[in-house]
């Protein structure tokens, strides 16, 4: 079935007042209001953005969208949940004050921000699905108990995916840990010896403790490892290797199967809104000052997560003359994640883009 993706053209440069406009023409002309009903929860899934991360989207962003919902009688609060590897969002506490410096509070935006799978990540329901790969995934709380949410991505590269976009906003960003981690089962890194320098910047950030020296080589111990690709992060020296050819894939197909646990009890109550703005490499867990590839191109707004992710990846190709992959990672390929999307049902490949 073919869906229908709109697209407003938008910049970073504008003021917040422009943008805000625009979000509320596009919430319009999607036809959202119908998603939401008065005393609903509505849950607006985002990301906060790493410290130091400049590039994600600003919270004041939503505050006219959130004002309008709260008019009409809804519970709007921004969510996310606790990532597995050491960082300024690895548990609620560290990750509501993360949140709270990047403007995402109530004297901002008048919404609240709650952690969806509570302290420690470990607040989870069992969702039962028609996977290939899962029958059931683990959700974080909040998010399932939800009664409505609005999904909004920034859309980037993705050092395991190819592609940050909607579906793996909702696949890894509303998985428990328990979910994160059966999602990064597979993706098992290891150390090339001859580029390792020995600097130990992936044992400082392991969050297992899965890497130790032989000498002055890091070796990683693959029955400790959980996969979370910390390690290749942080090395300078390209000395972590993956085989992307395999487990990318299957890290993608189960970031689609966990996503449409996150959205299968809320039939016609989700909405998406992807900002091709500040476009980067990598997505917004890179605590770094991150330059944007391309130009901006604007904001889209569907009710499907696949239409608008294969949607985000032509835009992207059409007006920088390249893919995204080819601009970020080229050996990954994110249409593994759609693909396997359409066929469990998450989605449709098949959109027509209607411009406002």
Not at 114 to 138: H, T, Y
Request: contains cysteine; proline residues 3%.
């Amino acid at each position: 079935m073919t869906k229908k993706v709109f697209l407003i053209p938008a910049s970073a440069n504008e003021n917040l007042e422009t943008i805000n406009d625009k979000l509320m023409t596009l919430y319009k002309c999607a036809g959202f209001k119908s998603c939401f009903k008065q005393k609903d929860f509505i849950a607006i899934k985002i990301h906060f953005g790493e410290k130091g991360n400049i590039t994600h989207i600003p919270a004041n962003y939503f505050k006219s969208l959130i004002n309008f919902l709260k008019i009409k009688g809804g519970k709007p609060f921004f969510t996310d949940t606790c990532v597995l590897y050491r960082s300024e969002r690895s548990d609620a506490v560290k990750h509501l004050r993360l949140a709270d410096k990047h403007g995402f509070n109530l004297q901002e935006t008048d919404a609240p921000v709650i952690i969806a799978d509570g302290l420690r990540g470990r607040n989870e329901i069992e969702i039962e699905i028609p996977g290939e790969l899962f029958k059931k995934v683990s959700i974080a709380t909040e998010a399932v108990f939800a009664d409505a949410m609005i999904v909004a991505t920034h859309v980037t590269g993705h050092i395991a995916s190819g592609l940050g976009g909607a579906i793996k906003n909702l696949g890894m960003g509303l998985a428990s840990r328990k979910g994160k981690l059966r999602q990064h089962s597979s993706v098992k890194p290891w150390i090339d010896g001859p580029k390792c320098t020995g600097c130990r910047q992936c044992l400082i950030w392991c969050p297992e403790n899965a890497i130790t020296m032989n000498g002055d080589v890091a070796v990683i111990n693959e029955k400790i490892c959980i996969g979370c690709g910390e390690c290749l992060a942080v090395c300078n020296f390209g000395a972590v290797e993956f085989n992307w050819e395999t487990s990318s894939s299957d890290l993608q197909k189960k970031m689609a199967e966990h996503a449409l646990g996150a959205v299968i009890n809320k039939k016609d109550k989700i909405c998406y809104f992807n900002f091709l703005i500040n476009i980067t490499k990598d997505c917004d867990c890179f605590g770094i000052v991150q330059k944007p590839l391309i130009d901006d191109i604007g904001i889209l707004a569907s009710t499907d997560p696949v239409a608008i992710d294969k949607a985000s990846l032509d835009l992207v190709e059409k007006n920088a003359e390249k893919s995204l992959v080819s601009m970020s990672y080229p050996a990954l390929d994110p249409m593994a994640q759609l693909q396997h999307g359409k066929k469990i049902g998450l989605g449709s490949l098949d959109y027509e883009l209607v411009i406002i």
